[in-house]
């Protein structure tokens, strides 16, 4: 499978505890990014990488979130101190270049408790 | 201030017909507008998109109209199967930011394709 794949699909976690999910993108694309979509909503961006360079940031982003993208590849988004309100899917996309086809994963379904 | 507004919230065809879902934009920064379909439990996946050079584009069943000056845009899908249903997003992007693929998505339509 050469699409893009999310780790783990779902997750249940006690509010309070920290959760780190993973995302492999398309093996050649350099631009990935990070949605959180809740239910009835569209996905909202959270954040984007061009290789390993976190480029820029939404304001939904709050200092309990943190992603990384070492050595341009995978990619990690970690949720310190969960609270209720961090229950969503949490979505991954990676595209070749800006402005082009921008391909999205299974998503991972987190349900804080 | 939400960017992309989107309606109907929900739709109901008959199998055949042609379900219209409409968008309208407030950033004329934005210049790439894709569609996407995603089914419970799944990510989104790209239908088909459009640029603002041209008014229409058609990939199979599927037909984006585009108004650049009335900023709306809206899909089409013609002879439409149960199969169909699903809930569709558009959705907006601007060149200078987020890499040029930070998607401004609307709210969503929830497309449900009777017998």
């Known amino acids: 499978d050469t699409g893009v794949s999310q780790d783990p699909r779902h997750k249940i976690t006690k509010r309070g505890q920290n959760v780190t999910f993973r995302c492999d993108p398309i093996?050649?694309?350099?631009?990935l990014y990070w949605y959180r979509q809740t239910l009835g909503q569209g996905p909202e961006f959270l954040t984007y990488f061009q290789n390993e360079a976190q480029l820029e940031k939404s304001r939904l982003l709050s200092d309990r979130f943190s992603a990384e993208r070492p050595k341009g590849s995978f990619s990690t988004l970690e949720i310190q101190r969960t609270e209720q309100g961090d229950s969503a899917m949490y979505l991954c996309a990676s595209s070749l270049g800006g402005a082009t086809e921008a391909f999205f994963g299974q998503g991972t379904r987190l349900t804080v408790v | 201030q939400q960017q992309v507004k989107q309606s109907p919230q929900s739709l109901i065809v008959q199998k055949g017909g042609i379900p219209i879902i409409n968008c309208a934009y407030e950033?004329?920064?934005?210049?790439?507008f894709p569609w996407y379909q995603q089914f419970p439990g799944k990510g989104p996946a790209l239908l088909i998109a459009i640029r603002p050079d041209v008014s229409e584009k058609k990939e199979g069943r599927f037909t984006i109209s585009f108004n650049k000056s009335a900023k709306q845009f809206s899909l089409h899908i013609m002879d439409s199967q149960p199969g169909d249903s699903a809930t569709y997003f558009c959705?907006?992007?601007?060149?200078?930011?987020?890499?040029?693929?930070?998607?401004?998505f609307g709210t969503g339509t929830q497309l449900k394709v009777e017998l």
């Open positions: 093996s050649e694309h350099n631009r």
């Open positions: 959705a907006a992007s601007n060149p200078l930011t987020g890499g040029g693929n930070k998607l401004t």
């Open positions: 950033n004329t920064a934005f210049d790439y």
